[in-house]
């Protein structure tokens, strides 16, 4: 597995690491406006470097302009490898917001080593394998002077807020984009030392519902007992969308499921994964929960679920208020796996929240953004050339995992485009990303980068 | 009906209301650390008039030095009525936060004159009441020379936020409290130009209830159907407190409540209200909730309630961040009636969640603060004096109502001092406490202090 552009990456490690935490002290939380700037920002340097690596036609492409400016996408090709196949680099420059706050060990944007991990937010997600690509690049054009394939690069900064922008993008078919498949490092190892390709991702529908009593905040000593609470009515529904054993209740919600393969569900098996284990180090609950019947695997890979993520409105300072509010919010996303569709799944959550909502109240359920689940087929050449470049570097066969997580430009990429995703990542399952103290390992970020490496040498054989 | 005190107070009201207005400008809002300076604030200012007055004995009592200070009270006394009994004013200073901001229609700080009324924070709840109090004796001592009775003044200034400074001095039976009776100057007319008494009060349990799952925030795709969710679980739990027509699931937290009298109920059913009217211009719900079998009256005067406030906790930005929140807080209240304790009823509750929390979560229920409800009797001679001094400024009989809030310091007078209360308030039903744009009638702070001038003078005959 000796090669010039392996050798080149070896050698100057320190420095591709020194590069990754620049990008990383860029605060690119794609949800909170004020930190707009500071998206674009992070999408320069990643433009500017890849020009000085030998890229070409390197451009920002703005987004969103019907909603007043999203963050902007970067686009980059190298395409003189002829007869040769075309892969798109896809990743994501924008991260998560670092609440709370005060959970971290050291500062989220002051990228920080302990203990062979790099720690910060956006280390593992996804700006550590975006950079894992770029180096793989740089590697390629300065080790041998070429790239074995064509390339085209499209990074996008708003994977955490839903990815608008790309994809209206990718919808409109552009003829930059056109690419025999996509490369996307956005996905993680199943276990350390362990190549792993991700060949199955849950969908998702991310919502806002709202309920609304009295027409102002009533005080709860005059009003309470004949004041509809909207926050009562909001838990009454909650309460109602799944049963204490995790089935939700929505009708209809199951009904489309393309349920795993008794092959898929054998390798499962034979991953190496214990449920106590995981419980106590990666969740830290009493116990965990979920559908009853179904293993660990199954539960967060290949079922839907109903999550609750934060009840904005109402009085929530120090101390105590007094008040029935007029209005509670709760942020409500659901998971989907292959069968199902946003749309049909919005609209039975939403026809079944209108039938159940409590008297007294007026209920709004609002779609902020939603992805398509996909399953990519083994058996295509992209996926072989990719075990077989896994295979030199870490010297183990590759697992077929699924990921619960949604990568809605995946799907896209197979709707709009027609090509399969190489889903290729080094991220680790206790990297804490979208949490307090996300981490990469320094050790994944080089093999990372010579996995990408050898990728790109056996696609173009 | 004419005294030289009533003529003074009729020639001084303009003055009156600018003092108001200058003490309402001063944001002296409890439960809020940075505006602890304005609570003190406040309790100078009324201390200074108390002063100027010809109120005796003036002074500020620090309170809540174990908690690093609290916000203070402000003591008087005028002691020269031979022979005659003695009252004890209370009312407080102190005011409710103003969120949201935003539905204010003038600043709630700023106060401003529309259509007879005066808005801002405080005006009803309760400077307006304090201050009426303050210049009914100013009167009195300006155009008599003298009291009819003798004369204590408690203001405190922690009301809003549970009263534990004045409950410890009152609790300590210090000799400058010594009185026959409490005049309380913190409830409201039944219906505009009733004059009304209150004599029942719900007590209350104000409580944090935190649900904990995993040890940190976790991805909602990756751990989505396994890890437990502290907001599902959290709205499993509070939508087992009641159920969908308002009873209360608590085990035993009805079994110890004194009904109204079969004539209490009755006077209730002559008072002027329609629950319709009621529900479209005080409520404005689509329809009103509660307890089957019972008149709004009855459920919001000698029921028991649960209310949610808010669930701070988790994401509550704009957008989406898809996690798993490690812990979720409800606010809980309960309302109590008399013969409920707020002793028995948390630990009803508590050992009621604690039952019923779901699988794979802790939960922990803390108690913020709590008052006992109450009731008093109509026949002691304070009441008699004050319906014959309703009539006269008035024209009309008092009705005896009771509030469905909680004023824990007339269970405190009650319990340590044995002496009864006279709640004698002037807001009315839609006065917006505790909401934006709160409001006091001009008219009732005008008539409010001539009604406390007559009193005073019936209760010294």
Known sequence: MSSSAVAYARQNYPRFLNELKALLRIPSISTLPEHKGDCRHAAEVLAADLKKIGMENVRLIETGEERGGGHPLVYADWLHAAAKPTALFYGHYDVQPTDPEDEWLSPPFEPTERDGNLYGRGT???????????????????????????????????????????????????????????????????APGLPTLCVGLRGMIYTELEVRGAKTDLHSGMYGGAAPNPFVSLAQILARLKDENGHILIP????????????????????????????????GSKQLVGEAGYSVLERTWARPTVDVHGIPGGFIGAGAKTVIPAKAVAKVSMRLVPGMTPAKAFAQYKSYVEKIAPAGVD????????????????????????????????????????????????????????????????????????????????????????????????AGR
């Open 124 to 190: 593992c997600d996804d700006k550590g394998q975006v950079v894992a690509q770029v180096k793989a690049l740089e590697s390629l054009l300065a080790g041998n002077g070429a790239l074995p394939i064509n390339v085209r690069v499209l990074f996008e900064g708003e994977e955490e807020v839903g990815g608008e922008g790309i994809e209206a993008f990718v919808a409109s078919k552009p003829p930059e984009l056109k690419s025999d498949f996509a490369l996307v490092s956005d996905t993680e190892l199943f």
């Open 252 to 283: 209809g919600f199951y009904d489309d499921i393309i349920p795993p393969s008794p092959e898929e569900l054998a390798a499962w098996q034979s991953l190496p994964f214990d449920e106590e284990q995981y419980r106590i180090n990666e969740v």
């Open 363 to 458: 209920v709004e359920i609002r779609l902020i953004h939603s992805g398509d689940p996909c399953l990519v087929r083994v058996d295509n050449p992209y996926i072989k050339a990719a075990t077989t470049a896994l295979h030199e570097v870490w010297g183990k066969d590759t697992v077929f995992i699924r990921s619960g997580g949604s990568i809605p430009i995946v799907g896209d990429f197979d709707r709009h485009l027609g090509i399969p995703s190489v889903m290729m990542g080094f991220g680790l399952p206790d990297d804490n990303i979208h949490a307090p103290n996300e981490k990469f390992h320094l050790k994944n970020f080089e093999l990372g980068i010579e996995s990408l490496i050898r990728f790109l040498e056996e």
